[in-house]
């Protein structure tokens, strides 16, 4: 006899999470592998054989410690597809009518489940510090909902890295001492890889068979599939990156795809790790005096402040948050995104670790991809389909307040207050990308300039009735408008022609 059903989706593989807290021992728990799920946008190949194998680990788990588990392969033939389809499919084999879920991170999930005729409860999702209400009544009386006054709230609420009510060290914030440009050597080898076992092997083959026209190399895979395996790839981190984390969380470099970065996303994301016990174990390294005070706030700052603003921002805003589009822009996104060849050695490096790891960290997505395509002015939902499809840690909740709000100003201002656009010079500075590309970073206009530098003018120039009136952008209108008229006439004509050869598919 089973009482209901306990919902556990893919990326909710805690013992912790809401629907398993309220699970009883008649119940049935259901978790399925389903064709809408690894197909509402291409993912990378990566991120379905980490996720399949996750669930697979995780069901194995709980069958272990006598739970009863519903476990649905994708290759199963009586696969219903869809989530909804495979609890109604349990439903009537066991005569359950009522499921308990933990809110999916996603308006079309969470719709869909409030759509199926079977009675649904779905908890809140307890793995985040901050409730739909809780982050409601921070917003509710605030203008500018700026992630810095969020962040002290959470530091308040958690209690990490305070000293009777007082920020340790004196500040809340130590970004001042961060962000340095890209070091000459990196002291670290890494994220911890972990060799593929037999149940990784079996999902690996699965996924090359079903999945592997989609973007995205499958192998090597080397991501953690399982609770223990992601701590240990946390304790890998903290002692061997932490300590330089803040120093050069903002460098880029050719040869080193992850430099002092975590590549914990994925696993935090998917519930293998809890946002606690990744800064409980950074705040330790700073009590043991293993790591400094501006690397640990500056890592717990990502986590507790930024991870959770932005989910905060994307369930208060509501479903059509992801289709906005406040600057217009419609262009469509360049080839090279998906592997063409481009000239652009910035670019074309950020997009080849994104196909070979499913990984880039914040300043490749935001500096570069996500820069060039506002720059370019390329429609923000197709830029927000790109990344949802290319990114192992890729979900609506987190991704759209990055793409939507953070990198493309599609949201007119909610995330960030101007929008994060550079000339080549912000590259240069923190990279060494430009010394290996076909365009000069020196060059401002003419033959070789760098494309950033020419579209960084032209969007301003496009958008000076929005942005022209900013404080925190006046001084650099002032600088266009001090420029000589022809030069800027070349260099709006020099952009315009860059971006018609770009749509037609030329070799830019
Ligand atoms: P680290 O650099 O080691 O940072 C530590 C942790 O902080 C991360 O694991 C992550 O959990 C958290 N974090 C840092 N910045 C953010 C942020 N802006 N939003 C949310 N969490 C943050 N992150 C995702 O988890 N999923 C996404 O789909 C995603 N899409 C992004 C798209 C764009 C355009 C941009 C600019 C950023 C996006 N981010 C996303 C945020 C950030 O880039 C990644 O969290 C980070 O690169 C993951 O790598 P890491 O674990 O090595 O992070
Ligand atoms: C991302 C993903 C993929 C690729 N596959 C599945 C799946 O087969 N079954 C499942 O339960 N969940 C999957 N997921 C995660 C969901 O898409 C995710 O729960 C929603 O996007 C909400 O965050
Ligand atoms: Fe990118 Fe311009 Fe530098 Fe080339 S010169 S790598 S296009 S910023």
């Given amino acids: 006899m089973v009482s209901r059903l306990i919902l556990v989706l893919g990326d909710q593989l805690n ?15 259901v978790m ?14 990566k991120k379905i054989a980490f996720l399949f194998a996750a669930m697979r680990k995780f069901a194995a788990g709980l069958r272990e410690d006598g739970w009863r588990v519903a476990y649905t392969p994708l290759d199963d033939a009586g696969n219903a597809g869809s989530i909804v389809g495979e609890l109604l499919r349990h439903a009537e084999a066991s005569g359950a009518t009522e499921v308990i879920a933990t809110e999916p991170g996603e308006w079309r999930l969470i719709d869909a489940l409030n759509d199926c005729p079977l009675k649904v409860t779905q908890l809140p999702d307890n793995r985040f510090l901050a409730s739909h209400a809780e982050f409601d009544r921070w917003a509710a009386c605030r203008k500018e909902l700026r992630m810095e006054w969020f962040y002290r709230d959470m530091r308040r609420k958690t209690g990490l890295l305070m000293d009777e009510g007082e920020p340790v060290g004196g500040k809340w914030n130590f970004d001042h001492d961060n962000r ?9 080898g890494g994220p911890m890889q972990f060799t593929p076992d037999e149940v990784v092997e079996e999902v690996l083959d699965l996924v090359e068979r ?6 995205g190399d499958l192998r090597p ?19 061997g990156a932490l300590p330089k984390f803040g120093d050069y969380q903002d460098a880029m470099l050719a040869g080193d795809s ?20 990744i800064c409980r174990a950074a705040e330790e390294a700073y009590e043991q005096g293993h790591a400094p005070i501006n690397a640990v706030e500056g890592f717990i700052r990502q986590i507790i402040g930024w991870r959770e603003y932005m989910r905060g921002i994307y369930f208060r805003e509501g479903p059509d948050y992801a289709s906005r589009n406040a600057l217009g822009h419609g262009r469509s996104l360049p080839g090279f995104y998906w592997g063409a060849e481009t000239r652009m050695a910035c670019i074309s490096h950020t997009v080849a670790q994104t196909k070979s790891e499913a990984y880039a960290h914040h300043i490749q997505r935001l500096m570069v991809t996500g820069n060039f395509a506002l720059l370019a002015g390329i429609s923000p939902q197709e830029v927000q389909h790109w990344y949802m499809s290319v990114y192992a840690d890729a979900y609506e909740w987190v991704m759209s307040a990055n793409v939507i709000g953070m990198s493309q100003f599609a949201d007119g201002g909610i995330v960030g207050s101007k929008p994060y656009v550079s000339s080549g010079n912000y590259i240069d500075r923190m990279s060494d990308y430009c010394g290996d590309c076909a365009y ?19 969007f301003m120039e496009r958008h000076r009735d929005r942005f022209e009136s900013n404080p925190r952008m006046a001084q650099m209108y002032a600088t266009w408008d001090r ?20 749509s037609q598919g030329a070799l830019v």
């Fill in 32 to 45: 399925a592998e389903v064709a809408d799920e690894a197909s509402y946008v291409p993912h990378h190949p």
């Fill in 15 to 29: 013992r912790d999470v809401a629907a398993l807290r309220a699970a009883q021992p008649d119940d049935l728990i």
């Fill in 483 to 502: 420029m000589d008229e022809d030069k800027r006439a070349q260099i709006l004509s020099e952009a315009e022609t860059f971006l018609g050869r770009m």
């Fill in 221 to 239: 895979f080397w991501f953690a599939t399982d609770q223990g395996q992601a701590r240990r790839a946390l304790t890998h981190f903290v002692k």
């Fill in 210 to 215: 079903r999945f592997g026209n989609n973007f």
């Fill in 180 to 188: 340095k440009p890209a070091p000459d050597e990196v002291a670290f």
């Fill in 258 to 277: 992850f430099l002092y970065h975590g590549v914990l996303s994925l696993y935090l994301n998917a519930g293998l790790l809890t946002p606690m016990e």
């Fill in 440 to 458: 000069s970073v020196k060059t401002k206009v003419g033959e070789g300039a760098c494309p950033f530098n020419l579209l960084y003018w032209a």
